[in-house]
Structure formats: C-alpha cells, structure tokens
C-alpha cells in the first residue's frame, strides 16, 4: 500500500550531503517526493510503498553519511500527494539559525583511491575531497556555509568540478571545497628563506622525502596549521629539534603509515585501534612493544602518542616508504599557539624547520591535532581539537538564550551554546604568552560569527587573575556575568555529558584551581549538582613555597611536604643544592607560599621526594615520571593512610602519607615499589572516603574528573575501585579530564543559575 510520510529530520544535517544520500535511497526504492533544507534541518515528504519507505527511516536512523549527526527524527502520516518524481527543493532557509560546520576529517578510501589511480582527473592531486571527507572547520569564514564564504572562494570551479558539484548522484554534490589540478590550490616547496624549490607534486614529495632521511626539519602546512616533521628514529635528528624547539622532555607525536607497522611497535587493543583508524584520525597513547624510534622521542616514557596520516599529501609521502616513522608535532615553539598562517610560520618557525611544504589556501580556524588514550577500553580526550571541533555536544533542553563560557586560563577551549547545542572551540593552549592571548580572543570572535551567537549570560572561572576572567568581564559589558568554581565545573562538565541532574558524589583532582576559601584546591570530594556543591573533603593543606615557582621546581613541594609531617631535611635529595633556609622561612612564616591540595602538587612533590624529578620542563613531568616509575613495579607495599572528620568535612592527611613514603624509604623499598605503594595508597583512601559519603549521604553516582586522572594507575585503581564497590561511575567522555572540559561545566552551571 502507498503511503505519505513527511520526515523531519534535525542534528547535524547540512552540508553533509544528507539531501544526496535522500535522493538516492529515494530513487532506489522508488519513492516520489522531495527532500529539503529548512531552519530545522531536513524534511523529506517521501510516498511509497510501506516497505520502501520503512527502509527509508531505517536508513536515515543508521547508515546517515560519515559527516552527519541525527539527533531526532519526526515522522507524520500525510494524505497522499500524488507525487511523480523525487527532487531535492531548494532551501528555504532565511533564518541561520541551525546551520552548523562539519569538522576536518581525513581522506576517505574512495578519494584515495582516485588519488593513486593515474588514470583519475586527480592523481596525484593533495586537494581531492568529496561530499564525506576533506577539510570543513579549518577553511570557513561564515556561515551560511557556502564556498564564498570559505577560503576556497578565490578558487573558480572549473566546468568539471561544476558539473560533478551540481549532480545530486556525484559523490562532489555540494561539496563546497572541491577541486581538481585544472581549478584549485596547489602545493610549493621552499627553503626556510623562503626561496621556492618546486611547485610540482612528485618532486616535492620525493624531496621531501630525502632531506628527512638525511635528518632535516620539515614544516608542513596540515589541515588545522604547521607540522613539524622529522626522522623520529635518528637521534641528532630528534635532539636538534628539542634544542631548536626548547622542549627538553614533552614527547613527540609521531606518524606511522600504516596500522599494520603501528602494531609492529606499540601494543594496540580493539578499542585503539577503532580510535587510530576513526575518521577524526587522533593521537592515541599507545605503549611501547619494541624500540623502533629515538629513545629521545619520548624520553623516559614507555608509551607513546601515536596516528596515522590523514591528508593526500601524507599519504603520498608515506607511501614512498611503509617503514617510515616520522615525528609530527605542531609547528610551534613550546608554549604558543600552532602557526597556521603562512607569514607567521615563516617567521616563527625558519629557524626550526630547514624546508617548508605549503599550499596557497588559507587555514582560517587552527587546530592542533587531538590526543586520546584508552583506559577499560574507554577512549578518553587529553586533547580535543582538529576532528571533533566544532562538533556539537547535543543537549535534550533547549537553551533560551545564548551562553557563553571562556573555560579556564590552562588547556584552553571555551564553549558557547544556543537552542539544544553546546560547542566546544578547538584546544588553545596555556593563556600566558600575549601571542596566545591574540589567538584566544581572535577564535572567540570567529565561533561568535560562524555560529550566529550573541551571547546573554558570560561565564567564566572565580580565578581573580584568570586572563578568561578579566577578559570575560569586558566582553559581558553589562551582560549577565556568572563566576563558578574551578572544581564545580569539573564535575559539572560530566553532569552535562550524561545529562545527569540529581546530586552525585564529585572527585575533582588536578593541579590547582581557585577555592572558595583563596586556597589552591584540587583533591576535592564534592557533592555536587548542577546549580550548586559542597565540598565535603581534601586531602590536607600545605604551602608551595614561591607560589608559582614551586609548580616548576617541584623540589620546593617535598621541602613542604616534609615541613609539613615533621620529617629531617635530610630525605631530601641533592638537599645542598637547595637554598633549604630561604625555603624554609619562607613556609614558617608564610612568605609567598599560598596553601594548596592539588593532587598533581602531591604527585609532584613525592616525584621530587623520591627523587625522580627535581624540576619541570613541562606540565605534569614529574607526576608522568613517577607513574612511569610506578608501572615497573611487580610489587608495593599495603598503606593506610589517615583521614578525620573535622566540621562536616574528611581530611585526608597528606602528612600521613608522607610519612609512610619515608618509612618505606627507610626500610630501603625499590624506589619503583614506592611509587606503586604511593599510588595504591591514594586510591585504597579515595574508595574508602567515597564509601564513607555514600553511607552520610545516600549517593551512588560517582564523577570522576580533573587533569591529575590522565594518570592512568590513579584513574584505573579508582575507577574500578569504586565499581567494586557497587557505584555507578562517570567519567568524561565527549571532553578532555583535564581543564580543556570545564567550559562545558561551566555553560552547565551557568545555565541551571539562570532559571
Ligand atoms: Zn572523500
Ligand atoms: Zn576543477
Ligand atoms: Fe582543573
């Protein structure tokens, strides 16, 4: 029987070939009828027979294209039309109210396919992309999303390109960035002054190929900015990129060209291998089976971040060599933003890079590439950025109005949200250097356009000194402006995930973020919900000698934290290199030494304590050598460590624990064997005080969220620690532990505030 059903269909469904998919299924199952781009999304008024268009739906719900996101599908019966043919209708679209940008995803099989074919228009050709696949977020200037308003409109399509890009069975169809030889950008190689070498594809790439066998630094203009690539198994090769880019000990991201030569190296699971392989295309931390690469690749680390290429360019330099492994880091220097601009890359990188692989398009939005591991075969982000951004965190209440959140002054990604979206922005990095601070705001402005926001309510961190404070005051002008609590968003951020709205028991852990009480907290146990927490426990308080200071010489946090449990000076490594007196004076008398908890701070400082770290390089050094230290370990000793109630609150006592570190140095305990005992110890007294607040106040959802859980024996231990013990436990998911997610904590918070 013939039926007419009209299909609403919302989510992420323009400018993802959505309507071509439609029309195919249509004709093939022949359906008469039109299908169409409204404010909403999509609808479809579809007649056939019941069967066909039950496949339809069906279709529509399951095997949408690779771009797209359906979030909800509404179907109507309707009286019969009497259709005789199936066309897509030309938009109506007047408002901008729901167009979105898909994100940068990899080559698809079928464009590469085309790519090595040398009887295809476009072989050889490293701008290839189709309807599936292709840089999206990286090349638009504003919305509505239409070639001229991206960096491809000073490419004029080529009657070829036209014609495939106006047929609704091309696989181009409305493919706004595509090109061919005859009609888009091209690549050029240069010197690092600047004078070209070869504008020709095969040349490049076989040239490319050499200077990095021969140990030269290249830069290569990506999707979301610059790599910096090098032959990541010559060690001069490696050390002269960590001396040019002043960055001693942060490992390297590299790239491998095939998953089979990837499996060759690192142990992958069937989780990380779907992560590898996914059309995001991230860096996953992978762990090491043989010594393939540079020792100085990843100093110290047994693990490794790891991804396979994902433009055409990538793929033809791989395929020179299936044995290759390069480095590929973003192309910066430590601490400043990624260089995505041709000028600037220039500029900022010819005196690390030797050559330069470029192409005459413009990169409008960065990203850098995205970072995950695998902990219970659950992919976690360290960093979320080129491939998921700006994909939208879909929300089942609709916002009234629009929000605006500037994230925290570390691991930068603010978030805006509107109707039933939050967004993310892409990673931006620590907030310190003014050059940061430009690309901050200049992407706060972009999302602001690209995404129709004109935000009501402005939220941002209670830091005092927070950069995305201050700034976040001036933006809101005389706004609604909402301050929320570092570690409330933590948990808030996980709360939005999973849409949880009852209170949950929260534990917050990471290196500092401002407390209520002006002290540096960050081994919170909160009972939090959306609009409100209390903080029920921490570990003890101690100072941090110099404040600031003390987070990079970490040897000043062991001082500390033997002041703290009474314990001689003399456990203290290399103690005479250390102005002691200084520090100590310091601590007594509270001289710019401000109390912290942080539980990255308590990392660090038995890091020093033990002596596997003194001083920092970079973020988390110390407490990354010492989880390294600790997964050596065959075994550790059982610790108990103390906690006491004292007004309505559980103290952990960080005294205690350092004291029990102490004994068992004394008692001449494998140092790896104390590092395992520390971390065991700290997650036996987590459970415990989670069990404790279960019985005070009845909850069972546990969140787990914070920097300091990328320690994977930390977030591990408690995770199943806690399951044991029958809780229902949440960690995040869709953003970053660390600071990167608090954004969305806070346009959670800030929302719930509102009403
Ligand atoms: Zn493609
Ligand atoms: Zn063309
Ligand atoms: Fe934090």
């Not at 902990?375 to 605006?404: A, N, Q, T, Y």
């Not at 005479?576 to 912290?596: D, R, T």
Request: aromatic residues 10%.
């Amino acid at each position: 029987m013939i039926k007419h059903l009209e299909i609403r269909v919302n989510g992420i469904v323009q400018g993802v070939g959505f309507r071509p998919f439609i029309y195919r299924l249509a004709l093939e199952n022949n359906i008469k009828g039109y299908v169409l781009n409204d404010t909403e999304g999509v609808t479809i008024s579809a007649e056939g027979e019941e069967d066909a268009l039950e496949k339809l739906v069906k279709a529509i719900k399951n095997n949408f294209p690779p771009l797209a996101i359906v979030q909800e599908i509404e179907i109507k019966e309707k009286p019969i039309n009497g259709y005789t043919t199936f066309f897509i209708e030309k938009s109506k679209i007047t408002d901008k109210k729901t167009t979105f940008i898909p994100p940068d995803t990899n080559v698809c099989e079928e464009c590469l396919r085309e790519f090595f074919d040398p009887n295809d228009r476009r072989f050889y050709y490293p701008f290839i992309v189709c309807t599936h696949c292709g840089p999206r977020f990286s090349i638009v200037k504003d919305i509505p999303y239409d070639r001229h308003n991206t960096s491809m409109a000073e490419f004029i399509m080529c009657p070829q390109c036209e014609k495939e890009y106006k047929d609704p069975l091309d696989r181009r169809f409305h493919t706004q960035p595509t090109a061919c030889p005859n009609c888009g950008p091209y690549l050029f190689l240069y010197k690092n002054d600047r004078t070209l070498i070869s504008k020709n594809i095969q040349e490049i790439t076989k040239k490319v190929y050499e200077y990095l066998k021969k140990g030269h630094i290249v830069a290569i203009k990506g999707v979301g900015g610059y790599h910096l690539a090098c032959d990541a198994t010559n060690d001069s090769t490696v050390l002269k990129l960590r001396e040019r880019k002043k960055r001693p000990f942060k490992p390297f991201a590299l790239m491998i060209g095939s998953i089979e030569k990837i499996e060759e190296f690192l142990y992958v699971s069937p989780k990380e291998k779907e992560l590898l392989l996914s059309k995001e295309r991230p860096i996953v931390i992978l762990k090491e089976k043989k010594p393939l690469v540079s020792r100085f690749v990843a100093p110290y680390l047994t693990h490794m971040g790891v991804m396979l290429p994902y433009t055409p360019f990538q793929y033809l330099l791989f395929s020179l060599d299936k044995d290759l492994i390069l480095i590929m880091t973003s192309g910066n220097l430590s601490e400043e933003p990624i260089c995505f601009d041709d000028d600037s890359a220039f500029e900022r990188l010819g005196h690390i890079a030797d050559y330069f692989v470029t192409y005459n398009r413009e990169i409008v939005a960065h990203s850098d590439d995205s970072v995950m591991f695998v902990i219970r075969e659950k992919p976690i982000f360290i960093r979320r950025s080129k491939g998921f951004v700006p994909s939208p965190i879909l929300v089942k209440k609709e916002f009234p109005v629009h929000l605006f959140a500037s994230g925290g002054d570390l691991k930068n990604s603010f978030a805006i949200a509107k109707d039933k979206v939050i967004i993310l922005s892409q990673y931006l990095g620590d907030l310190e250097s003014p050059i940061t601070q430009k690309v901050y705001k200049s992407a706060i402005f972009h999302f602001l356009k690209v995404f129709d926001i004109k935000p009501e309510i402005f939220i941002s961190d209670m830091h005092p000194n927070y950069f995305t404070t201050s700034l976040t005051d001036k933006l809101a002008g005389d706004k609604m402006r909402i301050k929320v609590q570092h570690h409330h968003a933590h948990i808030a951020s996980v709360l939005g995930e999973y849409e949880i709205y009852e209170p949950v028991i929260g534990l917050a852990f990471d290196g500092t973020g401002f407390g209520i009480d002006y002290k540096i907290w960050g081994s919170e146990f909160l009972i939090a919900d959306r609009a409100s927490f209390k903080r029920v426990g921490h570990f003890s308080y101690f100072r941090l000698p110099g404040g600031e200071k003390a987070i990079k010489e970490v040897w000043r946090i062991a001082v500390s934290l033997l002041y703290e449990a009474e314990i001689p000076m003399d456990y203290l490594p290399n103690k005479e290199k250390y102005p002691l007196k200084i520090i100590l004076q310091m601590i007594e008398k509270g001289l710019n030494s401000p109390f912290a908890c942080g539980m990255g701070r308590i990392f660090d400082g038995i890091s020093a304590l033990l002596g596997v770290c003194e001083k920092i390089s970079t973020e988390a050094e110390a407490a990354q050598k010492l989880e390294e230290l600790a997964l050596s370990a065959k075994n550790y000793k059982d610790l108990e460590i103390k906690f006491e109630e004292k007004e309505e609150k559980i103290i952990i006592s960080t005294e205690d624990l350092i004291k029990k570190i102490v004994e068992l140095k004394d008692k001449g305990l494998p140092i790896e064997e104390i590092a395992l005992s520390f971390h065991k110890a700290i997650i036996k007294v987590c459970v415990k005080v989670v069990e404790l607040l279960r019985e005070k106040y009845g909850i069972e959802k546990v969140v787990l969220s914070g920097g300091a859980f990328q320690n994977r024996i930390l977030l591990k231990g408690i995770w199943e620690g806690l399951e044991k013990s029958n809780f229902k436990v949440f960690i995040p998911q869709k953003t970053p532990l660390n600071d990167g997610g608090i954004a969305l904590g806070q346009i959670v918070i800030g929302r719930e505030i509102l009403q």
